[in-house]
């Protein structure tokens, strides 16, 4: 696999996205699986998708605000909070075509 620093802010917003949305699923998950009593009578089951979650989800905004900016100014592209779903198509730092 590339190191980091060799990929492009496209393949990093794809990688967050990826950590991201994949997170959300186990959270939506753990919550599926403990609205069904029956099936689950234990909540240390219930924690692994919980974990695994909370730690995909962190991963992928920590990847976002870490390392998605702009490659002329390093400019963050993630201004105001926001993790974006789609790159700007222009720096909002220094307005080059990103």
Known sequence: MKKLDSLTCHQI?????ILFFSGMGLLLLAWLM??????????ALLAIPVIGG???????????????RCPYC???LCLGG?????????CPGCGKKL
């Open 54 to 68: 909370i730690v995909l989800v962190v991963a992928g905004l920590a990847l976002a605000f870490g390392k998605l």
């Open 34 to 43: 403990a609205s069904v009593e029956d099936i689950l009578p234990a909540t």
């Open 74 to 76: 390093g400019e963050s």
């Open 13 to 17: 917003l794809k990688l967050s996205n």
């Open 82 to 90: 926001r993790l974006p779903t789609r790159l700007p198509q222009y």
